[in-house]
């Protein structure tokens, strides 16, 4: 049995790159969630997809951060102009439409230099 | 506002040794309580919830939880600590459910939780 997975787990950039983090989240999950998480914090909300739909985005700490969910499944969170402060692991989350327990992936780490 | 505390950084224990691993929260209405374990490089695996009914949650590994609503607490307890629940600890909260039924998650900071041979 599949659990959240995401792609890649540790990523280093130059500042001013792209990126893009991706989740797979477990199959036939409906919401998926994006959670920030600096290091010694607690994670950060970012976003929130029910199917396709982003019904919440308030987290996203600026217009640089952008996330999708096209056909339900896969999520991409893409991150522009990437600066210092968005060094951080990248929490991907999915819970089923029967139960509040969200499923976390093993994240991935962002470096950026 | 929703929020978490977790008012210890870290808590100590001798293997054997009961733990209790402390958490408040503040929301409106009923609150949904989680708590997770973060070991090392890997992501959050859930340990247990409150959602309703029984104050005393049972979950994995052996730990259990008491929801306190007078106190708005919700602590993590292990009759006996094995060295190998050394580890971070996060209690969370579902925020409230708003016109698009958002069900995110409030999150402490997180005690380090060290149990000694």
């Known amino acids: 049995g599949a659990g959240v997975s995401q792609s890649p787990r540790y990523k280093v950039a130059k500042r001013g790159q792209d990126v893009a983090l991706r989740c797979d989240p477990i199959?036939?999950?409906?919401?998926l969630f994006w959670y920030q998480q600096a290091l010694g914090q607690g994670p950060e909300f970012l976003t929130y997809f029910q199917n396709e739909a982003q019904l919440d985005k308030s987290g996203l700490p600026s217009d640089r951060f952008f996330a999708e969910r096209p056909e339900g499944s896969v999520s991409t969170l893409k991150i522009q102009r990437t600066q210092q402060e968005d060094s951080a692991v990248y929490l991907c989350a999915s819970t089923g439409a029967s139960t509040d327990t969200q499923y976390f992936g093993p994240g991935t780490r962002l470096t950026v230099l | 506002a929703q929020s978490v505390a977790q008012p210890e950084d870290q808590v100590n224990v001798a293997e054997g040794n009961p733990l209790t691993v402390k958490c408040t929260y503040s929301?409106?209405?009923?609150?949904?309580l989680f708590w997770y374990v973060q070991y090392p490089n890997r992501g959050l695996q859930f340990l247990l919830k409150y959602i309703t009914g029984d104050n005393l949650v049972k979950g994995s590994y052996g730990f259990e939880a008491e929801f306190n609503k007078s106190q708005t607490s919700f602590h993590l307890k292990k009759p006996s600590a094995l060295v190998s629940d050394s580890a971070l600890y996060f209690c969370?909260?579902?925020?409230?459910?708003?016109?698009?039924?958002?069900?995110?998650?409030?999150w402490g900071l997180g005690t380090s939780l060290a149990v000694n041979p």
């Open positions: 199959s036939g999950h409906v919401s």
């Open positions: 929301v409106s209405g009923n609150p949904y």
């Open positions: 969370a909260v579902r925020g409230l459910i708003n016109a698009g039924n958002n069900r995110k998650l409030i």
